[in-house]
């Protein structure tokens, strides 16, 4: 068996699993946020008045809750949503609760890996899409909506048809001036928003050994936008290293069989690679930054669960150290360890010293919530995943999706622009 | 089931123009419904009648998570999707949360069947029949899951140790 299958075999009290199989899975951990809370509460209303209890939780310690999307709150609905979610956690003794204003908290995605949340071999849930993320330490990390994550949080398991694998081979080293976002959006751009649709996207091959834990969680971030049901890495000591260091103890690894088997395998040589965007409107949409279309940015938006990772402000900060920008340049770290390491190493007043305006973490502008959203007819560079109509804004703003080298680059000329291009 | 269709002739209509961003902090099903297909077109709101069935092409649903866009269409009196496939949470959250049918079609369907046809799903013989046409097409076989939960009316009626 492969490692998800492995994982859904042992989480299903099975001894083995093939594709298509259906099984029940216990869930591990399981996450909600500031929009998929609110959503299960308003569920578990519906499921009081049919007399289904919604007394207690299956366990409270596996659940943990995210203040991300609206935050902090803009107006009164969000506000109250941050109190709903409050009293919800109060109410049912969840003590995971990262709140904003008090101390670490960031996008649910992030706190996943910073606060070591998750475990190889996990089978974990949560209530938003980019819970693919997650997959990048090992673990089955799948994206649900609020009526699957109510179902989890009272009965601890949930449906899934085992996924086929695809494996990407990644062979070779990333270039100084490729990212795993340029490698992802490539392979989003050869197999299309559906090309990975239902099924795993494995990541594995020297160049990914020789990855970072956080240009995996990139890669399997954007899984979601190929629409694969998760994404995943084998966990190796790096994600041993990786969690320990937050605080994570008796971390094991779960591999797939030598002789696991894969529906499809794709290879990949990062030798080759160059820096990649994601044209309006959609994130398969993809050329090489040296072709891109000649067009006058006003923004450059580095933020998300996706781009603004402590990996990705250090590569940012490669590019702004001793420059200015030319258009308006927000930078939203995703947590606030990621804030508070990037001030200790200086990595702020680089940003502050370029003219960048650093918020607070924030799903924020990247799906049009708030702080920093798009006008009519304005264009944007952004380390985020998505670019469909509207989704940073207004209607008929535009994205490029781009890595946080090419998205620093671009503030600094005020156009798409490749990292070795920079004067 | 019965209904008249609103086709939107194109793929990979995206939870962001199903119920654009700007609205996930709304939780009020009836409000949420007055933004449905906001994104893509302002007019479905004013044109929608209980009943109806929506038919677009490939990956429909793509995107977020958000059970905000089944719960919009449906609370706008939409009760089935055709599509050429679906995105998959879409397709899962339709289901578990009983809001509407997902119904994949093939080609000839979606060729066949215009803007405002009246066509009935009869679910039990995988047939989606044009009734202002005339013409009869299949549809996609539910998975045997995926039919006993439609069948119970949703994730929290399905009893999966009965089986």
New interface residues.
């Given amino acids: 068996m492969n490692i998800v299958e492995k994982i859904l075999a042992r989480a299903s009290g099975k001894s083995s699993v093939s594709p298509d199989d259906v099984v029940f899975a216990n869930v591990d951990k399981v996450m909600l946020h500031d929009v998929s809370g609110p959503g299960v509460i308003k569920v578990f209303d519906k499921l009081k008045n049919q007399g289904i209890s919604v007394d207690k939780l299956w366990d409270p310690s596996k659940v943990w809750v995210a203040e991300d999307h609206f935050v902090p709150s803009a107006e009164k609905v969000s506000a109250e949503n941050i109190v709903k979610l409050s009293n919800f956690t109060k109410k049912y003794g969840i003590e995971k609760h990262f709140k904003y204003g008090m101390g670490q908290y960031g996008i649910c995605h992030t706190l996943s890996h910073e606060e070591a949340l998750v475990m190889p071999g996990d089978v974990y849930v949560g209530g938003d899409s980019h819970t693919n993320t997650t997959g990048a330490l090992g673990a089955f990390a799948c994206g649900l909506g609020h009526t699957d994550v109510a179902y989890v949080l009272l009965n601890g398991n949930i449906w899934f048809k085992v996924p086929e694998t695809y494996y990407f081979k990644i062979n070779g080293k990333l270039p100084d001036h490729v990212m795993a976002k340029d490698l992802i959006l490539k392979i989003i751009g050869d197999m299309g928003t559906d090309g990975g649709a239902y099924r795993t996207m494995q990541f594995g091959g020297s160049g990914v050994d020789d990855m970072s834990v956080e240009s995996r969680l990139t890669l399997c971030n954007m899984t979601t936008e190929a629409g694969a049901k998760n994404g995943i890495a084998e966990p190796d000591q790096k994600v041993i290293d990786y969690l320990s260091s937050r605080g994570a103890t008796n971390v094991n690894l779960v591999n797939g069989d030598d002789d696991a088997e894969y529906a499809k395998i794709f290879e990949y040589e990062l030798s080759e690679m160059e820096p990649i965007i994601a044209k309006p409107f959609s994130p398969a949409n993809t050329t090489v930054v040296r072709e891109a279309p000649s067009v006058e940015l006003d923004k450059s938006y580095i933020g998300s669960c996706t781009g603004a990772k402590y990996e990705d402000l250090e590569a940012v900060a490669r590019i702004l150290k001793g420059r200015k920008v030319k258009i308006r340049t927000e930078i939203l770290p995703a947590a606030i360890s990621i804030y508070q390491r990037a001030m200790e190493n200086g990595l702020l007043k680089i940003f502050l010293d370029a003219g960048v305006t650093v918020g607070p973490p924030t799903c924020g502008a990247c799906c049009g919530a708030h702080m920093g959203v798009l006008a009519k007819d304005e264009i944007c560079i952004s380390t985020t995943n998505r670019n469909f109509p509207g989704r940073m804004g207004h209607i008929e703003s535009q994205t490029y999706l781009s890595s946080p080298l090419v998205a620093a680059a671009s503030a600094v000329t005020g156009k798409i622009t490749d990292p070795r291009d920079l004067k | 089931m019965k209904g008249n269709i609103i086709k939107y002739a194109q793929d ?1 209509i ?1 939870t ?2 199903i119920i ?3 609205y ?4 009020d099903y009836a409000e949420l419904a007055t933004h449905a297909m906001e ?2 077109d302002p007019d479905f709101h004013s044109k929608v009648k209980e009943g109806d069935f929506i038919l677009s092409g ?2 429909f649903g ?7 866009a089944p719960i919009a269409l449906s609370y706008s009196g939409i009760k089935a999707v055709l599509a050429l ?1 679906f ?3 879409f397709y ?2 339709a289901v ?2 009983a809001f509407l049918l997902p119904i994949e079609i093939d080609q000839d369907a979606y060729d066949g069947i215009a803007e405002g046809d009246e066509i009935e799903i009869n679910v039990s013989v995988n047939e989606v029949k044009n009734i202002t046409k005339n013409q009869a097409y299949k549809m996609k076989p539910f ?3 995926i039919g006993k939960i439609i069948t119970a009316g ?3 009626k399905y009893k ?1 140790d009965q089986d």
């Fill in positions: 990979n995206d962001d123009v654009p961003g700007q996930l902090k709304v939780h994104g893509l490939r990956n793509c995107g977020s998570s958000r059970e905000h496939s995105a998959r949470i899962r959250n578990d949360g998975s045997e899951i949703g994730l929290f999966p």
